[in-house]
T-cell receptor
Framework: NAGVTQTPKFRVLKTGQSMTLLCAQD?????MYWYRQDPGMGLRLIHY???????AKGEVPDGYNVSRLKKQNFLLGLESAAPSQTSVYFC??????????FGSGTQLSVL | AQKITQTQPGMFVQEKEAVTLDCTYD???????LFWYKQPSSGEMIFLIY??????QNATEGRYSLNFQKARKSANLVISASQLGDSAMYFC???????????????FGQGTELSVKP
């Protein structure tokens, strides 16, 4: 099993550009999450989904949008990237309230 | 509001010795879960151990144990017999809500960077 796969692994954007991060899981998990990791701040929840077709805001949702059209995929979009969105992004999934399984992360730099 | 605090930004330990990483939490919920994750320099997040708030015994997983003191709201990670491969960032996390249809979203502490010296 691949587990949780994130693409791309690295990306550099210019301010104002848009992009989509893709997360795919093959464990048939209902719940999926997007976190960002910044130095000294741990991981902070951006958006999450409790099932296909559902999304909800987390702690730091501004500037991001998400979609979950298929159960196995959770997309994170940046419509107009800002330097403050330079971060490492992690996708995760879980079966109910059990431990989260994380992807390997995406390093995003916004210049 | 629920909160996780890790007060040790960095720690050093001698190889083969035990080390304790501190974690305190704040919640008004009676039912919650506490997790520890390891993040090596390669960046992936590795689950280490879990403790439920109603678990009577402290959780153990191999060389990892969780020193759970409910009254003090602490959930410290103890690593016995440290190895060079234990050098990593360690995150304490708490399951934010017990409402079933809100999933298992976690809130994380700031992390502690552990360095194991040979």
């Amino acid at each position: 099993n691949a587990g949780v796969t994130q693409t791309p692994k690295f990306r550099v954007l210019k301010t104002g550009q848009s992009m989509t991060l893709l997360c795919a899981q093959d464990m048939n998990h209902e719940y999926m999450y997007w976190y960002r990791q910044d130095p000294g701040m741990g991981l902070r929840l951006i958006h999450y989904s409790v099932g296909e077709g559902t999304t909800a805001k987390g702690e730091v949702p501004d500037g991001y949008n998400v979609s979950r059209l298929k159960k196995q995929n959770f997309l994170l979009g940046l419509e107009s990237a800002a330097p403050s969105q330079t971060s490492v992004y992690f996708c995760a999934s879980s079966y109910g309230r059990e431990k989260l399984f994380f992807g390997s992360g995406t390093q995003l730099s916004v210049l | 509001a629920q909160k996780i605090t890790q007060t040790q930004p960095g720690m050093f330990v001698q190889e083969k010795e035990a080390v304790t990483l501190d974690c305190t939490y704040d919640t008004s919920d009676q039912s919650y879960g506490l997790f520890w994750y390891k993040q090596p320099s390669s960046g992936e997040m590795i689950f280490l151990i879990y403790q439920g708030s109603y678990d009577e015994q402290n959780a153990t997983e191999g060389r990892y144990s969780l020193n759970f003191q409910k009254a003090r709201k602490s959930a410290n990670l103890v690593i016995s017999a440290s190895q060079l491969g234990d050098s990593a960032m360690y995150f304490c996390a708490m399951r934010e809500t017990m409402i079933y249809n809100q999933g298992g979203k976690l809130i994380f502490g700031q992390g502690t960077e552990l360095s194991v010296k040979p």
